[in-house]
Structure formats: structure tokens, C-alpha cells
């Protein structure tokens, strides 16, 4: 009994221990287990974030492993394809299967390396770009056993690179291409030109009063206008041509395998009437022409560079001319180019130089041909450039922001004069100054006019302020706070050049003029064209109806004034009665005047 008892203790004592055993066995395969499938899943999550998928090829038994990660990036379902050499090949982008195939069967058949760039191509829509990587191990007789690789979704670094080549090369606005692609493009049309023996235009354009559009109407209506003009441009071009953006307002179109000078015309007219087509912008209606020179390959120079740079000569010409015209560069183009950049370089510390001076143009009043007042009218003498007309210097003087000393210049000239004048002068007087839409952009303007004419002792009605309807086009709240303020100051203010704009009578109802001023083409058709006459009467009629003074500007003749009397204009101006004068000659006249 006692043996039989310690033999089943024995063998309780061994199934216990054995199952022991066989239960930590089992725990330890089962840990194990989930190690390896913790590990798996990490592996597949590491995978997928980081984009990578791998895959196996035994080239022995032709079998394919993709990773889920593979399967995701082929945009394939693992439950419905089997993984295969083909399956992979096929997954490729069209262009790029045959080069993929090469590049591993080179490498498995080199024992290179296959490393190698491509694109995707997924449900015939989606494009994905690729790196793919892999290693081929061999046996003892150099046999392709199996290889072992990745592939990596790039497809975002792409886009990313992609995105800045696109910005090195082309306009972020427009999306044209920009002045280095343009001129590399020229390059390459330039040696095919040389290789086919034929011509090459390049033309450049610059859009005509577009400084106005931007300082009047503000920078985003003026970029709206950059990407309709642009359209313009590509509609008119063949399509194998380039039209590019050089900067600001400045487009270039270069047209190559042209036969003949001529070739370059029929594109450059075709551009002229596309421009002549309103421009719709924010609802409202805008004109925009361009001015054009062209340029040729290799009658004007076989240079980039050159060719470029006499087109904008032709340019310049073209702007000269009148604008919205296209004109073909001459030698002689190149010198009015020069004396542009020659006045800049003068203008240039001009005012300290003490260059400048100011005229006086009296104003009659026609009902009984007393002066009433002058117009302060800007002039420059350089000694390298002679005397320079203000048509000439005001655009650059605008352009390079000089307006604005040039202008507070201008105020206090004309207001120490005037002081003067009124002292010794018993009739009403007052003193007109021209203010440019640019100094409208200075903060400063209303303290410095408030400041001038305290400083000069005159009462503030006579001051009037002469500005053009560009100024009040743009609509920004700065002009209407200025012009409020300005004619609070008690100020005059006046609409030079009426006529010759928009003429818009609804700036006249919403800002608080007192005078407008009928533009010299106007005044020196009345004599013999009736339709002037009839929009002169029109114009003092409805003026007199909203209580504005009338101006005439440059009255020439006696019969010009006759007519002007008839239709009831107030005030005149011009050479019948005198040249802009002197403050020395102003102030004899008005002695004279007052005995
Ligand atoms: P505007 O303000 O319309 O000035 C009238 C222009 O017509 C002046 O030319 C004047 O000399 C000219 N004129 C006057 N009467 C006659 C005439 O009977 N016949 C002819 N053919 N011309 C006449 P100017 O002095 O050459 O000035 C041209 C323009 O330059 C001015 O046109 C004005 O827009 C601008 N300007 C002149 N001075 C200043 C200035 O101080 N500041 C600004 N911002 N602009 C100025
Ligand atoms: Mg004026
Ligand atoms: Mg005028």
C-alpha cells in the first residue's frame, strides 16, 4: 500500500510539474507569438507612416510578398489580387513600365543596383511618385535566388520640389513664364533660329497707364487687370510661341521660325485689338491699351540680352508716339531710351540743386477781363539737359516719388507769392497749384497744405487745388478722407483736364468741387467743331446747375473767347492773355492791373 501510495504521489508530483511545464511552454510560445505579431503591427504601422512598403520576390518558386503597405500604395485590395512580378510592373505609370522592368532585370541580371525613381499610375486617374529600392541575393552557382525591396510613396517630396521649380521659373501671378525662363526660352529659339536659318521676334510690351490704374484703383484691382491681360496675351499667340511676365506691367512674346521681319506683325496688331475690347473689372468697365516694340533676330542682334533691350527701346518709341501702338526698334530708338535714364540720373537732387522754378498763368475772368487769380505751373532748368518740359519730368519725378518735395515746393513758392501779391493787389485773387495722384498717397499731405498756408498768411479759399479724376477713380478711403479734410481747410478744389477722362459727373455730385476745368483740346476745336462747342455748353450748363465755376484752359484766339463768353464760361487761361509768367512779371502785371 505505502509503495502504491508513493507512486501515485510520484506520478501526481510528475503530472503536476509536466503540466506545469507544458502550461509554461505554452505561455512562453504564446508571449512569443504576440511579440512577433506586436512586433509585426508596429513594423506595419512604421510603414505606413513613414510611406515605405516592402516586398519579397522568390525568383525560384515566382512568387511575389507585398506588404499591407504595398497593397495600400497600388491602391489594390490584398483579399482580391495576388501579388506578382506583373501586378508590380503594371502598376507603373504607362511611360514608365518599360524603363522600371529594365532597370531590375538589368540589376538582378548586373548584380547592380536597383535604385530607381518612377511614377504610379492608379485607376487610370491618380499619379504617385516612387522610390524603389532593392537588394537580389544569389547561390553558389550566381543563380537569382530571391530579391528583397522597398518602395517608397515620394509623392509629396515631388510635389513639394515640383512646386519650386515652378516658382523659380514662372510667375506666381500670372502663371506665365517669368523674365529668366522668358529669356532662356530666347536662348533656345535664338540657336534654332541659327540651325533652321530663319528669324525670331521678341516683343515687348508694357501696358499704357497702368501706374494710374494701380495708384488710383489700389494693387489688387491692378493684379486682376495683370491676369486678364495675360489671357489676352495667350489668346493671340500660335501655340508653340511664349508669352512671359518680365515684371510689373511688362509682358514679352517671342515668336520664332518667322521668315521674315514682317512675320512679327500680324501677332502685334492681332494684341493691339484684343486690348481695344473693354476690360471688366469688379463690375466696372475699363480700357487698357498696351504699347509694343519688337525686336528681330538677327537683323537688330543675335544677343539675348540685346535683342530685349532694343525691343523695350521700341517700346519707349511706341509710348512716345501716343501709345497703344507697336513700333519695330531702330538704332535711333536707343537714344530716346538714354535720355530717359539721363533725366532720372538729373532729377536726382535737382530741388537741392535750387534747378527748379515756378510760372504763373493768369486766370481772366471773362465777364470783365480782370485777373482773378494764376496757376502755379512747375519748371526745370538743368544745365546738362536745358530746359525740360513738366510732360517730360512729372511722370518721373511721380515715379520716383520726388512729386512729393517737388510739390510742397510748388505750395510754398506759390503761396509766398500770392501773400505778396494780395498785399499790394485790391481785387480778389487766388492761387491755383497742381497736386499729382501720387501725393495723394502721403500721409503728410493735408498737415503740409495746412501748414503753407498758415505759414504764408493767406486765408485758405485762396488756395485751389487742381487734381485730375484719376485721383478720385480708385475710391480709396484715404482720397475721400483727404478731400473732406482738405475742404474743411476751406481750400478750393478744382477737376483739371475735364474732358479728357471719364468726365464722370458723379464725382463731381459726390466730392465737394468748386471749379472744373475744360481741357485746351476742347477749347481749341470750338471755333470750328460744332460737337465741342455743344459738349462745352453742355458741360458749363450742367457745372452752373450744380454751382461749380468754369475754367477754360488754353484760350489761344479772340474768337475762342467770343465763343466762350456766349456760352457763359466764367474763367479763362491761356496765351491770348499770357504765357505762364515769372513772379517778377506776375507781380508788374498785376500793378499795372490795379492802377
Ligand atoms: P495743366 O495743369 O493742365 O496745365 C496747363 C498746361 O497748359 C500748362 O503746360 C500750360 O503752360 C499750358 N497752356 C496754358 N495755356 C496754353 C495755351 O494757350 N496753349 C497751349 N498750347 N498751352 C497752354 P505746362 O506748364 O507744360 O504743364 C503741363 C502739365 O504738367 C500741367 O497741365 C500739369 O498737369 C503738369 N504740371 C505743371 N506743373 C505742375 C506741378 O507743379 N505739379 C504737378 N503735379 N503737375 C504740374
Ligand atoms: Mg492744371
Ligand atoms: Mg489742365
Not at 521649380?165 to 500670372?174: E, R
Not at 544677343?303 to 538704332?331: C, Q, W
Not at 475772368?365 to 518740359?389: H, K, Q
Request: hydrophobic content about 40%; overall charge negative; aromatic content about 10%.
Amino acid at each position: 500500500l505505502f509503495v502504491i501510495m508513493i507512486s501515485i504521489l510520484f506520478i501526481i508530483i510528475m503530472v503536476t510539474a509536466f503540466s506545469h511545464r507544458i502550461v509554461k511552454g505554452v505561455k512562453h510560445q504564446m508571449s512569443l507569438y504576440h511579440k512577433i505579431k506586436i512586433n509585426e503591427n508596429n513594423l506595419l504601422r512604421a510603414q505606413k507612416i513613414a510611406h515605405l512598403g516592402s516586398w519579397d520576390f522568390n525568383i525560384i518558386d515566382n512568387k511575389f510578398k507585398w506588404s499591407a503597405e504595398v497593397f495600400d500604395m497600388f491602391e489594390l485590395d490584398s483579399n482580391l489580387v495576388e501579388p506578382s512580378y506583373d501586378a508590380f510592373i503594371a502598376s507603373a505609370h504607362p511611360d514608365d513600365r518599360e524603363y522600371v522592368n529594365k532597370s531590375y532585370l538589368d540589376s538582378v541580371k548586373w548584380n547592380t543596383s536597383f535604385d530607381i525613381e518612377y511614377r504610379l499610375l492608379l485607376n487610370e486617374k491618380t499619379i504617385k511618385h516612387v522610390h524603389a529600392r532593392c537588394e537580389t541575393i544569389y547561390g553558389i552557382r550566381n543563380e537569382p535566388i530571391s530579391s528583397s525591396g522597398t518602395i517608397h510613396d515620394i509623392t509629396t517630396r515631388k510635389l513639394h520640389e515640383e512646386k519650386i521649380t515652378h516658382q523659380a521659373h514662372f510667375d506666381s501671378l500670372t502663371g506665365l513664364p517669368n523674365r529668366f525662363l522668358s529669356m532662356d526660352r530666347l536662348s533656345q529659339l535664338l540657336s534654332d533660329a541659327q540651325r533652321h536659318n530663319d528669324k525670331v521676334a521678341v516683343l515687348f510690351l508694357d501696358l499704357d497707364n497702368f501706374k494710374t490704374i494701380n495708384d488710383t484703383l489700389g494693387h489688387d484691382i491692378g493684379d486682376n487687370f495683370l491676369i486678364k491681360a495675360a489671357e489676352r496675351l495667350l489668346a493671340v499667340i500660335r501655340s508653340g510661341d511664349t508669352v512671359g511676365r518680365l515684371g510689373g506691367d511688362e509682358f514679352i512674346i517671342l515668336l520664332g521660325g518667322l521668315n521674315s521681319i514682317s512675320g512679327a506683325q500680324p501677332v502685334a496688331e492681332g494684341i493691339l485689338s484684343e486690348f481695344r475690347k473693354v476690360f471688366v473689372v469688379d463690375g466696372r468697365e475699363f480700357m487698357l491699351t498696351t504699347s509694343i516694340g519688337i525686336s528681330v533676330y538677327p537683323d537688330d542682334s543675335d544677343n539675348p540680352s540685346e535683342l530685349l533691350r532694343n525691343a523695350d527701346s521700341a517700346m519707349y518709341h511706341s509710348k512716345d508716339l501716343g501709345r497703344n501702338i507697336y513700333s519695330y526698334f531702330t538704332e535711333s530708338m536707343n537714344s530716346a531710351v538714354s535720355r530717359k535714364l539721363n533725366l532720372e540720373e538729373q532729377l536726382h537732387g535737382a530741388l537741392n540743386r535750387g534747378e527748379f522754378s515756378v510760372l504763373y498763368q493768369p486766370k481772366i475772368d471773362i465777364s470783365n477781363n480782370r485777373i482773378v487769380g494764376a496757376e502755379a505751373l512747375l519748371r526745370w532748368y538743368n544745365p546738362v539737359l536745358g530746359n525740360v518740359s513738366p510732360a517730360e519730368f512729372i511722370p518721373i519725378a511721380e515715379q520716383t516719388g520726388l512729386i512729393v518735395p517737388l510739390g510742397i515746393y510748388v505750395l510754398n513758392e506759390a503761396l509766398k507769392n500770392t501773400c505778396h501779391w494780395k498785399s499790394m493787389y485790391s481785387y480778389k485773387f487766388n492761387i491755383a497749384v497742381n497736386i499729382s495722384p501720387v501725393q495723394f498717397r502721403d500721409p503728410g499731405l493735408v498737415q503740409n497744405i495746412k501748414t503753407a498756408i498758415s505759414l504764408a498768411y493767406i486765408p485758405a479759399e485762396c488756395l485751389e487745388l487742381e487734381i485730375t479724376e484719376g485721383v478720385l477713380m480708385s475710391g480709396h478711403s484715404y482720397i475721400n478722407k483727404a478731400i473732406i479734410n482738405l475742404n474743411e481747410l476751406g481750400v478750393t478744389i478744382a477737376m483739371d483736364d475735364f474732358g479728357t477722362g471719364y468726365s464722370s459727373l458723379s464725382y463731381l455730385r459726390k466730392y465737394p468741387f468748386d471749379v472744373i476745368k475744360i481741357d485746351r483740346s476742347f477749347v481749341s476745336d470750338i471755333t470750328n467743331d460744332q460737337k465741342d462747342r455743344e459738349l462745352i455748353n453742355a458741360t458749363i450748363v450742367m457745372a452752373h446747375a450744380l454751382r461749380l465755376k468754369v475754367v477754360a484752359e488754353g484760350v489761344e484766339t479772340k474768337e475762342q473767347l467770343k465763343y466762350l463768353k456766349e456760352l457763359s464760361c466764367d474763367y479763362a487761361q491761356g496765351y491770348y492773355f499770357n504765357k505762364p509768367l515769372s513772379a517778377e512779371h506776375m507781380c508788374s502785371l498785376l500793378k499795372d492791373f490795379s492802377q
